[in-house]
């Protein structure tokens, strides 16, 4: 699966575009890190502290999350050498509390989230119990992450349970979605009433009729690659995935709806409708209820080439806009993963892993200030020439700054950097509302 392979995946790119021998850059030490802007990215109208290394550490340090509370904490998960660690941030990302590991004994443990409420903080990954046995595990702290329970398996099958997400509503409900071998391949769902005390039952939402891989596509592609959801103001709940679609067989991104707390959802609607292979979406809701999907493209049914998508809806999942092409890069490029999040000015901002530049995978940003109408040019903001920069993730602070983690070897290991940065406000510019297609 993705995250088993994509090490191997990274060193086999890394050889295609002949930087296996390129010199490493170094990054400055944590405590070195100036908060004085980046000038050379002002001129792309987004401004961005210097590069902090949150886990240097001799391992592998890989697959990073984050997720931010109402007091304005940092809380960072990434997957440390296959053990699952956390950390946090009062100082807006300047400095970080000791590492807390939080999987046991036993085989490796990838892909953590993390979702916070309140003082309770959730963390989840995907653990090797055995061979053919991946299972979801589940620790939650209810002090801020000063300590967690034990790991806990809240999916517990017979077949592989992988790629899980985590999401929080209003009243406390926590929702987790994967996916799911057994008994048959499906996006699973499982709920928690009481902060994760205890869990109901999981149960299949969906189907999935894939099977196997795009000629030669990253390995996220071999999971339908769940995300899930919730609208900060009523609690809606939006789940999306990829499958196969129609005649074609072609892989699309597809998304349902809930509007009673994830006891029905709605048929499922096909929100890429790409020529060509659509998936690993991610999703978000903005704090204006718009969500947000951003997905990768396949170019040709060649290879390995992609360009990164975002859609949108504004009218609580009922229909989305049409598509647009964040990446536009040219016809040997790939732009993967890609994920959005929304301001409380309603900035939009879409991370991804690109290599368009050449050289190696850089992290970059493209950002809209007119409602997802329209995105800037691709920003480069891990800036390494040479090296390997994936796993962009965004997120926005309530005071409208916003933070971009990714995995990086400029060090030669894997190591999670972050960047902080706020994006000025240009008086030209309005806050203009993106049009959504007809739908369901």
Same mark, same amino acid.
């Given at each position: 699966?993705?995250?088993? /392979?994509?090490?191997?995946?990274?060193?086999?790119?890394?050889?295609?575009?002949?930087?296996?021998?390129?010199?490493?850059?170094?990054?400055?030490?944590?405590? #070195?890190?100036?908060?004085?802007?980046?000038?050379?990215?002002?001129?792309?109208?987004?401004?961005?502290?210097?590069?902090?290394?949150?886990?240097?550490?001799?391992?592998?340090?890989?697959?990073?999350?984050?997720?931010?509370?109402?007091?304005?904490?940092?809380?960072?998960?990434?997957?440390?050498?296959?053990?699952?660690?956390?950390?946090?941030?009062?100082?807006?990302?300047?400095?970080? +509390?000791?590492?807390?590991?939080?999987?046991? #004994?036993?085989?490796?443990?990838? $892909?953590? $989230?993390?979702?916070?409420?309140?003082?309770?903080?959730?963390?989840?990954? +995907?653990?090797?119990?055995?061979?053919?046995? %991946?299972?979801?595990?589940?620790?939650?702290?209810?002090?801020?992450?000063?300590?967690? +329970?034990?790991? $806990? !398996?809240?999916?517990?099958?017979?077949?592989?349970?992988?790629?899980?997400?985590?999401?929080?509503?209003?009243?406390?409900?926590?929702?987790?979605?994967? @996916?799911?071998?057994?008994?048959?391949?499906?996006?699973?769902?499982? $709920?928690?009433?009481?902060?994760?005390?205890?869990?109901?039952?999981?149960?299949?939402?969906?189907?999935?009729?894939?099977?196997?891989?795009?000629?030669?596509?990253? +390995?996220?592609?071999?999971?339908?690659?769940?995300?899930?959801?919730?609208?900060?103001?009523?609690?809606?709940?939006?789940?999306?995935?990829?499958?196969?679609?129609?005649? #074609?067989?072609?892989?699309?991104?597809?998304?349902?709806?809930? /509007?009673?707390?994830?006891?029905?959802?709605? *048929?499922?609607?096909?929100?890429?409708? #790409? *020529?060509?292979?659509?998936?690993? &979406?991610?999703?978000?809701?903005?704090?204006?209820?718009?969500?947000?999907?951003?997905?990768?493209?396949? %170019?040709?049914?060649?290879?390995?080439?992609?360009?990164?998508?975002?859609?949108?809806?504004?009218?609580?999942?009922?229909?989305?806009?049409?598509?647009? !092409?964040?990446? %536009?890069? *040219?016809?040997?490029?790939?732009? @993967?993963?890609?994920?959005?999040?929304?301001?409380?000015?309603?900035?939009?901002?879409?991370?991804?892993?690109?290599?368009?530049?050449?050289?190696?995978?850089? &992290?970059?940003?493209?950002?809209?200030? !007119?409602?997802? &109408?329209?995105?800037?040019?691709?920003?480069?903001?891990?800036?390494?020439?040479?090296?390997?920069?994936?796993?962009?993730?965004? /997120?926005?602070?309530?005071?409208?700054?916003?933070?971009?983690?990714?995995?990086?070897?400029? !060090?030669?290991?894997?190591?999670?950097?972050?960047?902080?940065?706020?994006?000025?406000?240009?008086?030209?510019?309005?806050?203009?509302?993106?049009?959504?297609?007809?739908?369901?």
């Amino acid at each position: 699966m993705r995250y088993g /392979l994509r090490r191997g995946w990274v060193l086999r790119v890394a050889l295609i575009l002949g930087i296996a021998g390129a010199g490493i850059v170094a990054s400055p030490p944590a405590h #070195a890190q100036s908060e004085v802007p980046d000038t050379s990215v002002q001129a792309a109208a987004v401004m961005l502290t210097g590069i902090i290394n949150v886990s240097r550490s001799p391992g592998d340090s890989r697959q990073p999350y984050m997720a931010i509370d109402d007091a304005g904490t940092l809380h960072i998960v990434w997957s440390d050498s296959f053990r699952i660690v956390y950390v946090r941030s009062f100082d807006r990302g300047r400095t970080f +509390t000791r590492q807390i590991r939080l999987s046991g #004994a036993g085989g490796a443990a990838l $892909r953590p $989230r993390v979702a916070v409420r309140g003082s309770a903080v959730y963390v989840i990954w +995907t653990q090797d119990i055995s061979f053919h046995n %991946k299972e979801i595990m589940f620790v939650r702290s209810s002090n801020r992450g000063q300590s967690f +329970t034990s790991p $806990r !398996n809240i999916s517990n099958t017979p077949g592989d349970s992988q790629e899980g997400r985590i999401a929080v509503s209003p009243n406390g409900t926590i929702f987790v979605v994967w @996916d799911e071998a057994s008994p048959h391949r499906n996006i699973a769902l499982i $709920r928690s009433f009481n902060g994760g005390i205890s869990f109901e039952r999981p149960r299949a939402l969906f189907g999935v009729a894939m099977s196997g891989c795009p000629p030669d596509s990253p +390995t996220g592609a071999c999971t339908p690659y769940p995300g899930v959801a919730v609208d900060p103001r009523n609690g809606k709940v939006y789940v999306t995935w990829h499958d196969r679609v129609g005649a #074609a067989r072609d892989f699309q991104v597809l998304f349902s709806r809930s /509007l009673d707390n994830g006891a029905h959802f709605f *048929p499922v609607l096909n929100i890429s409708n #790409a *020529p060509v292979h659509a998936h690993c &979406a991610s999703v978000a809701v903005g704090r204006d209820g718009r969500i947000l999907v951003a997905y990768e493209v396949r %170019k040709d049914r060649v290879d390995h080439k992609h360009d990164s998508f975002f859609a949108q809806s504004v009218n609580g999942g009922a229909s989305f806009t049409r598509p647009i !092409n964040l990446a %536009k890069g *040219p016809s040997w490029a790939f732009s @993967d993963y890609p994920y959005p999040a929304q301001g409380p000015d309603g900035t939009i901002i879409v991370g991804w892993e690109d290599n368009t530049a050449g050289g190696g995978l850089d &992290a970059v940003i493209a950002v809209s200030t !007119n409602g997802g &109408a329209s995105f800037s040019h691709s920003q480069n903001i891990s800036n390494n020439p040479g090296s390997t920069s994936t796993e962009a993730i965004t /997120l926005f602070a309530k005071d409208g700054s916003f933070y971009v983690i990714w995995e990086d070897y400029a !060090n030669g290991n894997g190591e999670v950097f972050l960047r902080r940065g706020v994006v000025p406000r240009r008086p030209s510019e309005g806050a203009g509302e993106a049009e959504a297609d007809s739908g369901d």
